[in-house]
């Protein structure tokens, strides 16, 4: 007659066995060091998670903006555009209320800052106005 440990493979050996029993001991502690409401919450954070990460993936928009947002020149684009908020944000927390009125804002307009700025933004509106109208005479 064969004893249980003769039938085991020979790939399980006592270290695989020790494994098992601290991942089993690791699970035990966890139920036991976990509330039902912790559990409720884990559970309904984890199903969440899951259908906005769904929503996501099928969300062909957000799925090409993603793989755009992965090319060199727009992650570069990015951190530009974070440290210019950065930038900003300092800048306008130090310095003092604008007095407002046309001569202010003419001082304003003449900065080259100013310029590269509204050029920027009247690039980007060139662009999309050019890709939405694409896009509706394709059909979409």
Avoid: W
Wanted: hydrophobic residues 40%.
């Amino acid at each position: 007659m064969t004893t249980q440990t003769d039938t085991l493979p020979d790939a399980m050996d006592s270290s695989d066995l020790d494994g098992l029993t601290e991942l089993a001991t690791l699970v035990a502690a966890a139920q036991d060091a976990l509330t039902d409401d912790m559990v409720t919450r884990l559970a309904s954070a984890f199903s969440e998670g899951l259908t906005l990460l769904d929503r996501l993936t099928r969300n062909d928009g957000v799925v090409y903006l993603l793989r755009e947002l992965d090319r060199p020149e727009n992650q570069r684009f990015m951190i530009s555009l974070a440290n210019a908020f950065t930038a900003a944000s300092q800048e306008i927390s130090t310095a003092p209320p604008a007095k407002g009125g046309v001569i202010g804002l003419c001082q304003l307009g003449c900065n080259s800052g100013t310029q590269e700025g509204l050029r920027l933004v009247s690039l980007i509106g060139e662009h999309l106005s050019e890709s939405m109208r694409e896009m509706h005479r394709r059909g979409g």
